[in-house]
Every structure is written in C-alpha cells, then in structure tokens.
C-alpha cells in the first residue's frame, strides 16, 4: 500500500518562503514521475510541478520561476520550495504520482495559506 504523508506548510506572508517535503513509501518511487497538486477554496486540484526520474522538472505557468521541485531517490522524498509566495498560492498541497487520477489514494496534504 502507497502512502504518502506531506509536510512542511504554513501561514506566511506575500512574498515569503516555504519548503514543502512528501515521503513516500513503495519500491517503484525512483521510477515514477512526482508531481506536487494543489487545491484551493472552491476550485479542483491541479498540477502544479512534476519531477521525472531522470529529473527533468515541469511547472505551471502559475508557478514558474518561483517553486522548483526536487527529489531524493534514496530517501523516497519529494520536495516543493516555493518562493516569492502570493496569496492566490493558498491552497492544500498534494504530491502524488504524476499520473494519478483523482480517485487513486491521496495523502492529508498539507495547507498553505499566504496572508499578511
């Protein structure tokens, strides 16, 4: 069984940092693409960044030039580090194969809320 467990958010104020972190379990992690979702108040989960196993990286408009995603095969971690934070990037944030479908199993997420 897949379990994914993230970490690492917070409140922060427009323009601020944080580093979101996602362990996962299962044998097949280095060789599957990652990716990080979020979901914001009233509107459906979207994919923000995907990691490949070679490490080719992916972003969202939204995002791009500010989060950079990494991962660490080794320790079957995945990470988001989100600079120059606005508030439209309040949202709980998801990491999850990057072919997962909605009904696949998702871990709790973690919130992220930009305010000042």
């Known amino acids: 069984q897949v379990q994914l467990v993230e970490s690492g958010g917070g409140l922060v104020q427009p323009g601020g940092s944080l580093r979101l972190s996602c362990a996962a379990s299962?044998?097949?992690?280095?060789?599957?693409?990652m990716g990080w979702y979020r979901r914001a108040p009233g509107k459906q989960r979207e994919l923000v960044a995907y990691?490949?196993?070679?490490?080719?990286?992916n972003y969202a408009d939204s995002v791009r030039g500010r989060f950079t995603i990494s991962r660490d095969n080794a320790k079957n971690m995945v990470y988001l580090q989100m600079n120059s934070l606005k508030p439209e990037d309040t949202a709980v944030y998801y990491c999850?194969?990057?072919?997962?479908?909605?009904?696949?199993?998702w871990g709790q997420g973690t919130q992220v809320t930009v305010s000042s």
């Open positions: 990691i490949t196993s070679g490490g080719s990286r």
């Open positions: 999850n194969r990057k072919s997962a479908a909605a009904d696949d199993y």
């Open positions: 299962g044998s097949r992690f280095s060789i599957v693409a």
